[in-house]
């Protein structure tokens, strides 16, 4: 299939479920192609778990749940090892899937999110003496709650610089909160149905590696990423992951939108996903993260 086709197909797919979330749902296919993780950042009750299972369900990949608790053990993510009889044997933890959401990740103890993200960047477990790959192809997309609430740390910034993405999810419109209703008055158990495989999938990520990135877009990305760390309103800029994730999230974009070429317009909508969480911005300076981040692409110009 075609990936434009298989995406709008899977959109269109999700929409049955879910109203509104169009860009989220976009954003959290890029990740899957890119072969990154994405941090979904949001209240509660905005549908970031039901996505994430109605996305799972349309490529009929695995998918498997972790709910953030201080009292999580790093044993609890990705295993362990247990005797029966006189055999060593090895229990999976739920980080052996192809997609797994991790809700509230910023109540997890210290020790317990850092042995996780490393998990995620090397896409591998070791219990016991044995080391395992984890199934591909693997996706981690990981909720936190933006506001202060009791039992919660910040995510540190070099923690969340593992993650490819953060996607704000927002509140839909009062129209696509009124076409929610009636999604679930008509049919409140509907499971979307599958549209692409999980080895279509890995096709599709081999594919990006295809899609060409014109000198110009290379340029772009480097200039935006530079500027982040010589902004006035900016304490700490983007790291050299930044440049590379503009890269695989832009031919991922460009993909799924039927081009075989990145362009600067894929760069600018991504700015925000991309950068979001690996800059950081002045208290004092009023502007806030995403005001940062348009004022940088307007300084750049085309």
Same mark, same amino acid.
């Given at each position: 299939?075609?990936?434009?086709? /298989?995406?709008?197909?899977?959109?269109?797919?999700?929409?049955?479920?879910?109203?509104?979330?169009?860009?989220?749902?976009? =954003?959290? $296919?890029?990740? #899957?192609?890119?072969?990154?993780?994405? =941090?979904?950042?949001?209240?509660?009750? &905005?549908?970031?778990?039901?996505?994430?299972?109605? =996305?799972?369900?349309?490529?009929?990949?695995?998918?498997?749940?972790?709910?953030?608790?201080?009292?999580?053990?790093?044993?609890?993510?990705?295993? @362990?090892?247990?005797?029966?009889?006189?055999?060593?044997?090895? /229990?999976? %933890?739920?980080? $052996?899937?192809? *997609?797994?959401?991790?809700?509230?990740?910023?109540? *997890?103890?210290?020790?317990?999110?850092?042995?996780?993200?490393?998990?995620?960047?090397?896409?591998?477990?070791?219990?016991?003496?044995?080391?395992?790959?984890?199934?591909?192809?693997?996706?981690?997309?990981?909720?936190?709650?933006?506001?202060?609430?009791?039992?919660?740390?910040?995510?540190?910034? &070099?923690? /969340?610089?593992?993650?490819?993405?953060?996607?704000?999810? %927002?509140? &839909?419109?009062?129209?696509?909160?009124?076409?929610?209703?009636?999604?679930?008055?008509?049919?409140?158990? @509907?499971?979307?149905?599958?549209?692409?495989?999980?080895?279509?999938?890995?096709?599709?990520?081999?594919?990006?590696?295809?899609?060409? *990135?014109?000198?110009?877009?290379?340029? @772009?990305?480097?200039? #935006?990423? /530079?500027?982040?760390?010589?902004?006035?309103?900016?304490?700490?800029?983007?790291?050299?992951?930044?440049?590379?994730? $503009? *890269?695989?999230?832009?031919?991922?974009?460009?993909?799924?939108?039927?081009?075989?070429?990145?362009?600067?317009?894929?760069?600018?909508? =991504?700015?925000?996903?991309?950068?979001?969480?690996?800059?950081?911005?002045?208290?004092? %300076?009023?502007?806030?993260?995403?005001?940062?981040?348009?004022?940088?692409?307007?300084?750049?110009?085309?």
């Amino acid at each position: 299939m075609d990936p434009k086709e /298989a995406f709008e197909a899977i959109r269109s797919e999700v929409a049955k479920e879910i109203a509104g979330n169009e860009e989220t749902i976009e =954003l959290m $296919f890029i990740a #899957l192609l890119a072969n990154g993780h994405a =941090l979904l950042e949001g209240v509660p009750g &905005v549908a970031k778990t039901t996505m994430a299972k109605a =996305l799972a369900d349309t490529i009929k990949a695995d998918f498997k749940r972790i709910q953030g608790t201080p009292d999580l053990e790093p044993r609890d993510i990705v295993g @362990y090892t247990y005797i029966d009889g006189n055999e060593v044997k090895i /229990a999976k %933890g739920p980080i $052996f899937t192809n *997609m797994l959401l991790v809700d509230e990740l910023n109540r *997890m103890q210290p020790k317990t999110m850092s042995a996780f993200l490393e998990t995620l960047a090397e896409r591998q477990v070791t219990i016991g003496n044995a080391t395992l790959d984890l199934p591909q192809p693997f996706v981690a997309y990981a909720t936190q709650n933006p506001l202060n609430i009791e039992g919660t740390v910040p995510l540190p910034k &070099v923690l /969340a610089d593992r993650f490819l993405l953060r996607i704000e999810v %927002g509140y &839909v419109s009062q129209e696509e909160e009124k076409q929610m209703l009636r999604l679930k008055e008509q049919n409140s158990n @509907y499971k979307p149905r599958q549209i692409i495989s999980t080895e279509d999938v890995l096709q599709l990520q081999k594919d990006i590696n295809g899609v060409a *990135m014109p000198d110009d877009v290379a340029d @772009y990305i480097t200039k #935006l990423v /530079a500027a982040t760390r010589t902004d006035i309103h900016v304490i700490m800029g983007a790291s050299p992951r930044a440049d590379i994730a $503009f *890269m695989q999230c832009g031919k991922a974009r460009a993909l799924i939108h039927g081009r075989q070429e990145v362009s600067i317009e894929d760069i600018k909508e =991504l700015a925000k996903p991309v950068l979001s969480h690996r800059i950081v911005v002045r208290a004092t %300076g009023g502007i806030g993260v995403k005001g940062v981040i348009d004022g940088l692409i307007a300084t750049l110009g085309k």
